[in-house]
């Protein structure tokens, strides 16, 4: 049975630090293109970065980019994203997703197969 589980999200001041996990159980991550979004309310859910699985490149949303770092740690079945310096505006619940069909980049949520329970992130200003 493929699962996603996010971990890692809290409430934290703005300019502080969170690491969030994906755990990954029934398949390998290592050879599927993983995406980290969000949704805050009433808005769209949206991609915050990803990491492919032909090459491990990265794509990171514009808003985050410089302070968020998506890795991969193959050994663990786990990709993680850093987030540092969060702003009030990263408040919003943070999922991953797999696109088991692709194998590069993939910034669309509808590209994504499987999805994760979500975990909130809180920044207070």
């Known amino acids: 049975q493929v699962q996603l589980v996010e971990s890692g999200g809290g409430l934290v001041q703005a300019g502080g630090s969170l690491r969030l996990s994906c755990a990954g159980s029934?398949?390998?991550?290592?050879?599927?293109?993983i995406g980290w979004f969000r949704q805050a309310p009433g808005k769209e859910r949206e991609v915050v970065a990803c990491?492919?699985?032909?090459?491990?490149?990265?794509y990171y949303a514009d808003s985050v980019k410089g302070r968020f770092t998506i890795s991969r740690d193959n050994a663990k079945n786990t990709v993680y994203l850093q987030m540092n310096r969060l702003e009030p505006e990263d408040t919003a619940v943070y999922y991953c997703g797999a696109d088991i069909e692709g194998m590069g980049i993939s910034m669309s949520s509808g590209e994504y197969n499987y999805w994760g329970q979500g975990t909130q992130v809180t920044v207070s200003s």
């Open positions: 990491i492919s699985s032909s090459d491990s490149s990265t």
């Open positions: 029934g398949f390998t991550l290592e050879y599927n293109t």
